[in-house]
Nanobody
Framework: QVQLVESGGGLVQAGGSLRLSCAAS????????MGWFRQAPGKEREFVSA????????YYADSVKGRFTASKDNAKNTVSLQMDSLKYEGTAVYYC????????????????????WGQGTQVTVSS
């Protein structure tokens, strides 16, 4: 089992920045990639970003490309998501997730392909 704990959410004005972190514990050796998702009120959970656990290769949803940056610290078993130029529509609960299989970016946004999920952290962007 892998346990994931997100932190760093909060209230920020539109145009501002926040940095989310996700600490992994347990059988972290089984992780091949980590993903970030978000769920706004009344909407489905959507893919935001992903990063491979070993190489640190990244992939982003078009909606956040150029504004969000994913990174990792394997020594601390932590991944982070730097969110800049936040928009009002970025208000959501943000989740990190871990997957044990990774064979390329195709399907990286499929929720069911992630094996472990954090509890989520609220990000509120005021207009």
């Amino acid at each position: 089992q892998v346990q994931l704990v997100e932190s760093g959410g909060g209230l920020v004005q539109a145009g501002g920045s926040l940095r989310l972190s996700c600490a992994a514990s347990g059988r972290t050796f089984s992780i091949r990639a980590m993903g970030w998702f978000r769920q706004a009120p009344g909407k489905e959970r959507e893919f935001v970003s992903a990063i491979t656990w070993s190489a640190g290769s990244t992939y982003y949803a078009d909606s956040v490309k150029g504004r969000f940056t994913a990174s990792k610290d394997n020594a601390k078993n932590t991944v982070s998501l730097q969110m800049d130029s936040l928009k009002y529509e970025g208000t959501a609960v943000y989740y990190c997730a871990a997957r044990r299989l990774f064979a390329g970016w195709a399907g990286i946004g499929r929720l069911y392909e992630y094996d472990y999920w954090g509890q989520g952290t609220q990000v509120t962007v005021s207009s």
